[in-house]
Each structure stands twice: as structure tokens, then as C-alpha cells.
Nanobody, 123 residues
Framework: QVQLVESGGGLVQAGGSLRLSCAASARTISGYAMGWFRQAPGKEREFVGS????????YYADSVKGRFTISRDNGKNTMYLQMNSLKPEDTAVYYC????????????????WGQGTQVTVSS
């Protein structure tokens, strides 16, 4: 069982930046593909991006490509989501996820979820 805890959410003005962190309870996150999803009010949860288990290759939704960056520090058992040039439409609860696989794709079902952290972008 892996527990994931997100932090770093908050209120920011449009054009600003935030960095989310996802701390894992596992002995090491190197055995997992990791990713971020988000859910806005009244909408379905959607894929934001992910990072491969071993290669560190990243994937992003078109809506965040060029603005968001995912990274991982296996030594700290932590994944990060750097969000720049934030827009009001980025407002959502952001969830960290992990999958016991090499890759976590947009349509894959993660094995583990965090509890979520709220990000609010004001215009």
C-alpha cells in the first residue's frame, strides 16, 4: 500500500506560479510511474501529466503543455508539479497518482491516489 500526500496548493493570481509536491509513503517511488490529475467543479477528473518510472520521460495534456513541468526526486520519494503562467481555467483540485507500471497514460487507471489539493487561480 502506498500513501500519497499532496501539498502546495493555494490561491494565486492569473499569470502566477505554484509548485505542488506529492510525498509518497513507499520505501521508494522508483518502482512507480507517477502522474497528476485534476478535477474542476462540475467536470470529470482529467489527466494533467505523468512521468515514467525509469526513463523520466514526461507527458502532458495539451492544455498545460509548455506551462507545467513534472519532475521526481526518487531519493526524497517526492514528485513535483511546477505550474507557471496559471490561468483561471486551471482552477481545480489536483490529485497525485501512482501506478505499478513503466508508464501512466491519460486513460490508465492509477493504483494509488492522493487526497487532493485545491488550486484556485483568480482573474
Amino acid at each position: 500500500q502506498v500513501q500519497l500526500v499532496e501539498s502546495g496548493g493555494g490561491l494565486v493570481q492569473a499569470g502566477g506560479s505554484l509548485r505542488l509536491s506529492c510525498a509518497a509513503s513507499a520505501r521508494t517511488i522508483s518502482g512507480y510511474a507517477m502522474g497528476w490529475f485534476r478535477q474542476a467543479p462540475g467536470k470529470e477528473r482529467e489527466f494533467v501529466g505523468s512521468i515514467n518510472r525509469s526513463s523520466g520521460i514526461t507527458y502532458y495534456a495539451d492544455s498545460v503543455k509548455g506551462r507545467f513541468t513534472i519532475s521526481r526526486d526518487n531519493g526524497k520519494n517526492t514528485m513535483y508539479l511546477q505550474m507557471n503562467s496559471l490561468k483561471p481555467e486551471d482552477t481545480a483540485v489536483y490529485y497525485c497518482a501512482a501506478k505499478t507500471a513503466a508508464r501512466l497514460g491519460p486513460r490508465d487507471k492509477p493504483d494509488y491516489w492522493g487526497q487532493g489539493t485545491q488550486v484556485t487561480v483568480s482573474s
